[in-house]
């Protein structure tokens, strides 16, 4: 039995296990500049939504507060990440990876919440048009996002209880459950059934909520409902591609180890570079937003080339 378990270190899960010293130069590549896609593009967007008046609205709240949990998802992992493609041994101490695995199941969790605020949103929206100010005010969005962090919150500690009280020993490589002392069929059972559970109780609502609005949208045709479908269309393009593998990692029984953590990869990587992708070519307020923000800060760059100039002349 270990004397100290924060001495332990292990191997990180993530795709830094590839053993081919060729091929991590260009992963680590790959991977630096997805994830400064990521900052961008999701910081973009927050910085679009507050800076223009014309999307302070419920809907434009609740993308900007996805956007900021998407940096947070990729940011959980990432970056240890890509810095262990620069390095022989890829370990991780225990307390960072038990940190990490609060923070994932943190963000991943309020992210699950959080949509289906969204999904709730647009059903008001677009179900209820006349009520939809009264119902989703300013007070409503704040207490839906609150509501997201606390059953985060909630998830991952129930997901660390699980695991930080296990006698813990070799052979030092992560999946965790699989380095204790003891059989852990049943925590890894109650492990996998607190995701489900999660990943189950929101995407079913979410089901039912824009199978709800697809029939009002298909019903009605003004030119408000064809403005709707557009922007529904990317709000379950967003759904599908968060929920599909996080379905599949905690739903399918049959899934491998390796292939959980492609998938895992995937939904903390790519969903996170393609929701502000989604959401810029499919919303054209964003992109009349963005095209504003651009020219402001083209002309800010203008005033600051002839103040400069100025002060140069005056100088000579």
């Known amino acids: 039995m270990l004397t100290s378990l924060t001495d332990l270190c292990f191997s990180p899960i993530h795709v830094a296990e590839i053993n081919s010293r060729e091929l991590q130069p260009f992963l680590f590549l790959i991977f630096s500049l997805l994830y400064l ?37 990729a940011s959980s992992a990432t970056p240890k990440m890509i810095a262990d493609f620069l390095v022989e041994h890829k370990t991780i101490s225990f307390d960072a990876r038990l940190a990490q695995i609060f923070f994932v199941h943190l963000f991943t ?40 962090w606390f059953v985060g919150f909630i998830h991952t500690t129930s997901q660390l209880a699980f695991t930080v009280n296990l006698p813990f020993c070799g052979p030092n490589k992560v999946d965790m459950t699989k ?42 045709s003004s030119v408000s409902m064809v403005k709707a479908r557009s922007t529904l269309t990317a709000h379950i393009t967003v759904v599908t591609l968060f929920f599909g593998p996080c379905i599949f990692i905690y739903v399918w029984p049959f899934s491998s180890y390796s292939v959980d953590k492609v998938l895992a990869v995937f939904y903390t990587i790519f969903t ?28 800010l760059g203008q005033v600051s080339v002839v103040i400069r100039n100025v002060l140069f002349l005056e100088t000579k």
């Open 272 to 299: 996170s570079i393609l929701n502000p992708v989604i959401y810029m070519l499919r919303n054209k307020e964003v992109k009349a937003a963005m095209s504003k923000l651009k020219s402001r800060y083209q002309k």
């Open 109 to 148: 969790g309020s992210e699950m919440v959080l949509l289906v605020s969204m999904a709730y949103d647009r059903y008001v929206a677009i179900c209820k048009p006349p009520h939809y100010m009264t119902i989703m005010s300013c007070c409503v969005c704040v207490v839906l996002v609150l509501i997201s």
């Open 179 to 220: 380095l204790a002392c003891i059989d852990t069929y049943v925590v890894s059972l109650l492990i996998v059934a607190d995701s489900g559970f999660l990943s189950l109780s929101s995407f079913l609502p979410l089901v039912v909520s824009y199978t709800v609005i697809l029939v009002t949208v298909r019903n009605r």
């Open 37 to 73: 896609a990521i900052l961008l593009g999701n910081f973009l967007i927050i910085l679009t939504v507050t800076s223009n008046s014309r999307l302070h609205t419920p809907m434009y709240f609740l993308l900007a507060n996805l956007s900021f949990i998407d940096v947070c998802v």
